[in-house]
């Protein structure tokens, strides 16, 4: 296997799938709401969103090698890691470099819309890189910034930036819609964190199930996914979205059986594949309902 062809498996090409469905729901609701569009802009933030979710990828799998981590961790189909490094030490430069690439083509993206709506660009870039270089050697050792950083990151940021790159307006209402895909997205990430709790204490992680533990956590996802879901509800009651948005509950309710199996099963969970795969299959599908919605409505 060429080596070109091998560090592939450090970017972890299933889980990008969660950045065009956030690209979609900006794209849907700057539709919904009549403004004008570029598609052109909506091509290069959809290449510039799926390059921060790469360069995320990446520098987490090169961290968590040097950390040792990746020795200790069990990989499952959805936590874990890709195991790729430490089966491959000799690739680790490889995976750096390929960060640093990456990171290069966000900056050029990034410069593009600089040039094209000015320093009201620079607050997402920003912050969106901070939270990509920070995240697994800094964020992950406070349980509350590691708790919401995914959300912010993918929810609202992404979603966000993406309805102003594509429209060059910020608003209100995109922010608001926004906080759906927060919610489950930092949900995503504390769910994956489950079966990992004892190995990342031997890095000194400390996030939320860590300092919390399992019962805290359940309970914070269980108040993530009803916020969600009352959101929903408002949005749709205050005419933010279209009545036919409330269909987006359904893939929502998917949380419901991972709840199930957190409850059964708590640090466990990874040995029911079945309850971490609802709870992507609500990332995932919850915002294209949601898309769907708004280009129906």
């Known amino acids: ?62 961290q968590d090698f040097q950390s040792g981590l990746d020795f200790k961790t069990k990989q499952t189909a959805y936590s874990g890691g890709s195991g790729l490094l430490p089966s491959n030490p000799h690739l680790a430069k490889k995976v750096w470099s390929a960060f640093i690439l990456s990171t290069i083509v966000l900056f050029s993206i990034g410069f593009y819309f600089l040039v094209l709506y000015g320093w009201r660009i620079i607050p997402f870039g920003l912050l969106g890189f901070l939270i990509i270089i920070t995240y697994t ?114 893939p929502l309710s998917l949380s419901y059986i991972s709840f199930a199996g957190m409850i059964k099963l708590g640090e466990n969970i990874a040995c029911e594949p079945k309850f971490m795969a609802a709870n992507i299959a609500c990332n995932i599908l919850t915002p294209i309902t949601l898309s769907i919605s708004l280009l129906l409505g």
Not at 9 to 33: D, E, G, H, M
Request: glycine share 4%.
């Open 137 to 250: 050697k800094w964020i992950n050792k406070s349980a509350i910034l590691c708790l919401i950083a995914p959300g912010i990151g993918f929810g609202s940021l992404m979603v966000v930036g993406s309805y102003f790159c594509i429209t060059g307006l910020l608003d209100n209402q995109i922010l608001a819609a926004s906080f759906i895909t927060f919610f489950l997205v930092n949900n995503l990430l504390l769910l994956n964190q489950y079966p990992d709790i004892e190995a990342d204490k031997t890095v000194s992680r400390n996030h939320f199930p860590i300092k919390f533990g399992i019962k805290a956590s359940n309970i914070i996802y269980i108040t993530f996914v009803i916020s969600a879901q009352v959101l929903l509800v408002y949005l749709v009651n205050t005419q933010v979205l279209p009545m036919l948005s409330l269909v987006t509950l359904l």
């Open 1 to 62: 296997m060429h080596s070109h062809e091998s560090i592939i498996k450090s970017i972890r090409v299933p889980f990008l799938l969660l950045t065009p469905t956030c690209v979609l729901l900006a794209l849907s609701f700057a539709n919904y709401q009549g403004v004008q569009i570029s598609w052109l802009n909506s091509v290069v933030v959809l290449i510039g969103a799926l390059t921060a979710h790469i360069a995320v990828n990446l520098i987490n799998e090169y």
